[in-house]
């Protein structure tokens, strides 16, 4: 690229108010390369989105909340054995897709490498990415089962949402781990969009010389993906109807589980969803509600202690219904919505400490917040679907996020732990097994292959 050509960029982000991304000057070895990303770069575009997106964050005005009134209990759940039949019956018929959200590393678990990889500690080691794909194995075995057919003749789809920063260490990983059992060719891995992050006042972040401070665009962004690549399409000529959907950091998530799926499919659903109870009213998560009258994941900051304490007159909570990130929705729903209503996902504003480099190279770690990250959300197609059911599951069977570091007394590697091994130790008892008194030193764990029959038996309604 020749001097004019640098001189024709440099005025370009002159004009754009974003010629500090020159300074300090590229090092030689990534001049070229790094013009012609900002060449590729809509400068006029990116500052729409963040003035818009910064303009909406400070205009919000709270929302119309109300509670969603049609959440069905699990427990309470009527033909629940024909709704798993019917499930079965579409998995067995390769009716059925999964998706996994994979696309963070395990930072605050103290790993670089991806999330899926992380071993929380059982008896096996296995990955988070093992037992997610053992579950897959395990409800193509009892759909095979089912229709007496050929385990093998059950195809699955497994898609895998990676980033950029988790793509190609996590493809490595499945390839040397052989797939976990899983024919290769029915997993499926794309990556999800970046985004520049932007200071305060909306100048693009440099994070090294000739080096832009990027993220990834949010779990949202998996619909831009499916799109782009012309995934829906592919699924749709392969004879899926629907996607599981679910994050890599449950362990205890059971992955295109039969009876969701036919529950979704019986109520004619176009998007369902997972949810558990709350802890107490004031546990700080994100529930199901309705916002504008349309089915809506509300944050716990958007409801008052008035609310959030409000009880029916059997005693639940009104705003009690937890979204876990385990979501069903319609390939139709999804072919519509990616095809025309893509650009009506908002864009929400994330507000961090995001390191930057200074015009001479210094790069700085902000002891406060000085930058902004952009975020898609997956619940925010919830309120264009038609019709959305939710299926609330007991919180001890279905949830066991990994979110923080080891040694943390919610979320982290030892309450997953734990959770894991109470759960096999109660499905062990129920399957008429018995549990000696004496563990081995230093282990006091129980744990069950989610790809065993006796966890498959012991799994009858859940």
């Not at 960029?9 to 090092?27: D, W």
């Not at 699990?74 to 579409?90: F, Q, S, T, V, Y």
């Not at 670089?112 to 929380?120: E, L, Q, R, T």
Request: glycine share 8%; net charge negative; charged share 20%.
């Amino acid at each position: 690229m020749t001097n004019l050509a640098e001189e024709n960029v440099r005025n370009m982000l002159e004009r754009v108010g974003q010629e500090h991304l020159l300074q300090p000057s590229p090092p030689r070895e990534r001049l070229q390369g790094f013009l012609h990303e900002l060449q590729a770069l809509d400068f006029e575009k990116l500052r729409s989105i963040f003035v818009s997106s910064m303009t909406s964050a400070a205009a919000a005005t709270p929302r119309a909340v109300a509670p969603f009134p049609d959440v069905t209990f699990l427990e309470d759940l009527p033909n629940a054995g024909a709704m798993k039949a019917r499930g079965l019956e579409l998995i067995a018929a390769g009716k059925v897709a999964a998706l996994l959200l994979a696309g963070g590393q395990g930072t605050r678990l103290g790993s670089n490498a991806p999330k899926g990889c992380y071993d929380i500690g059982m008896p096996s080691h296995k990955s988070l990415f093992q037992y997610h794909a053992e579950k897959i194995i395990s409800v193509k075995r009892l759909a095979a089962a089912h229709v007496g057919a050929n385990e093998s003749s059950v195809r699955l789809p497994f898609l895998v949402l990676t980033s950029s920063s988790t793509d190609a260490e996590t493809r490595s990983f499945w390839a040397s781990n052989n797939y976990f059992g899983l024919p290769a060719e029915q997993v499926i891995f794309f990556e999800q969009g970046m985004l520049p992050c932007f200071t305060l006042d909306g100048r693009i972040i440099l994070e090294a010389p000739a080096q832009i401070a990027t993220a990834p665009n949010g779990n949202g962004g998996v619909y831009i993906a499916l799109q782009q690549l012309g995934l829906l399409e592919q699924l749709e000529k392969d004879g899926v109807t629907s996607i599981f959907q679910f994050g890599v950091d449950n362990v205890l998530c059971h992955v295109a589980e039969p009876t969701f799926v036919g529950f979704c499919e019986a109520n004619g659903a176009e998007c369902g969803v997972k949810t558990i109870g709350k802890k107490d009213p004031h546990e700080k998560v994100g529930v199901l509600a309705l916002s504008g009258g349309a089915p809506s994941v509300v944050e716990y900051s958007e409801i008052s202690r008035e609310m959030a304490e409000a009880r029916t007159s059997s005693g639940e909570l009104l705003y009690g219904s937890a979204h876990i990130c385990v979501n069903w929705f319609s390939l139709a729903f999804l072919r519509r919505f990616c095809s025309s209503l893509l650009d009506t996902l908002p864009l929400h504003v994330a507000r961090k400490k995001i390191p930057y480099c200074m015009a001479d190279g210094t790069i700085v770690q902000p002891s406060e917040i000085n930058g902004v990250k952009l975020e898609l959300f997956i619940f925010d197609t919830f309120p264009h679907a038609a019709k959305l059911v939710a299926l609330q599951v007991p919180r001890e069977l279905e949830f066991a996020p990994v979110k923080n570091a080891p040694g943390s007394a919610t979320e982290s590697p030892d309450t997953a732990r734990q959770l894991f091994s109470n759960l096999c130790h109660n499905r062990l008892l129920a399957a008429g097994g018995s549990i000696s008194q004496s563990q081995p030193q230093g282990s006091g764990l129980i744990e069950i292959s989610p790809s065993s029959h006796m966890l498959e038996r012991a799994s009858a309604r859940s």
